[in-house]
C-alpha cells in the first residue's frame, strides 16, 4: 500500500506541473521521497531480502516473503539494489513454482499451496511483479514469469487463465494444480497477458509526442514471433511484428501503419 501511494503522489505531482501548479508539484514530490525513505527504514528485512508484509499494532514489521514485495518495484518505491534482491528472492525455488511466483513462500509458516492468499498463484499479481521486474532492468525474470504462466495456460479450458491456481512445485509430466472455485475467465487474469508482454517488449506509448517505443525488447526462446494487430495511438493504428533471432536479439517490422506514429527501438 506504501508502494502505490508513493506511485500516486508523483503522479500527482507530475499533474500538478502539467497544470501549472508547481509549489503543489514540489510538496507531492517531497512528500514522495520522504515516504520512500521512512519506507526502507521501517520495511526493509536485511536477512530476509525482502520487504515485511506490513507492520504490527506495535509497529514491528510481519517478516514474512510474500508476492506483496514485488509491487514495490511495479510502482517504484524501492532502491536499486533492494529491487535487485527482492526479485532474486521472488525468483527462488520457496517462491517460483514454475508456473509462477506464489503469494507466500514454501520456506514461511503459513504456507499452503491451496489457500486462496497464502500460497497460491495469482495471474495478474505475477504480472504486476513482472512489470516491476522490467522497470528495473530485470526483463529475464519477466520473461521466466511470462513463460511460466504461458506453459501453465496450455492446461486450462480454452488456455484462459484463471484467477488463480494452487502453488504446488512444477512436476515433469503434471498439469498445475486447479484452485476449485476459482473464476474463469476472469478479467484481472485475461489483462495479465497483455502486461506480460509489455514488460517483456519494453512497450511504452507516448501519446502526446506520438510514439511508440520497444526498450531493450525481449522475448522467451520459444516464443519466436509476436503479432501486434490495431494498435492504436491517438488518431494512428499500426500492425506490428516482433521476431527473435537466435541470439536472442528482437527485431520489429511493421507491417502496415494509418497516421502520424514515431515507432522507436532501442537497443
Known amino acids: 500500500m506504501q508502494a502505490y ?49 506490513a507492520l504490527d499494532g506495535n ?10 514485495a514485488g509491487h514495490c518495484l511495479f510502482a517504484g518505491i524501492a532502491t536499486d539494489e533492494h529491487a535487485r534482491r527482492v526479485a532474486a528472492t521472488l525468483m527462488d ?13 514454501t520456506s514461511e509458516a503459513r504456507y499452503n499451496p491451496m489457500s486462496y492468499h497464502n500460497g497460491s498463484v495469482w495471474p495478474h499479481d505475477n504480472a504486476l511483479i513482472a ?10 525474470s519477466a520473461i521466466a514469469v511470462l513463460a511460466g504462466l504461458l506453459d501453465a495456460s496450455l492446461f486450462f479450458d480454452l488456455h484462459r487463465l484463471p484467477e488463480l491456481f494452487c502453488g504446488f512445485p512444477r512436476r515433469p509430466g503434471e498439469s498445475p494444480t486447479l484452485y476449485p472455485v476459482a473464476c474463469a475467465p476472469q478479467a484481472w487474469a485475461s489483462g495479465a497477458v497483455f502486461l506480460l508482454l509489455e514488460a517483456c517488449l519494453g512497450l511504452s506509448i507516448m501519446a502526446p509526442e506520438k510514439k511508440l517505443v520497444f526498450s531493450k525488447p525481449l522475448l522467451p526462446g520459444f516464443l519466436r514471433q509476436v ?7 491517438g488518431e494512428a493504428r499500426v500492425n506490428l511484428l516482433l521476431t527473435r533471432h537466435d541470439e536472442g536479439d528482437v527485431g520489429l517490422n511493421v507491417l502496415g501503419r494509418d497516421g502520424e506514429l514515431e515507432i522507436v527501438v532501442l537497443k
Open 93 to 105: 525455488e520457496s517462491s517460483f513454482s514454475g508456473w509462477g511466483i506464489r503469494t507466500v513462500a
Open 59 to 68: 509497529k514491528e514489521p510481519c517478516r514474512v516473503r510474500t508476492s506483496n
Open 227 to 233: 503479432s501486434i494487430r490495431e494498435v492504436r495511438v
Open 5 to 53: 501511494v508513493y506511485a500516486a503522489k508523483l503522479a500527482a505531482a507530475e499533474l500538478a506541473a502539467l497544470m501549472g501548479n508547481q509549489t503543489r508539484s514540489r510538496d507531492l514530490k517531497k512528500q514522495a521521497q520522504n515516504l520512500q525513505r521512512r519506507f526502507e527504514e521501517r520495511f526493509w528485512c536485511e536477512d530476509l531480502s525482502t520487504y515485511a508484509l
Open 131 to 140: 512489470a516491476g521486474f522490467a522497470r528495473y532492468g530485470l526483463t529475464q
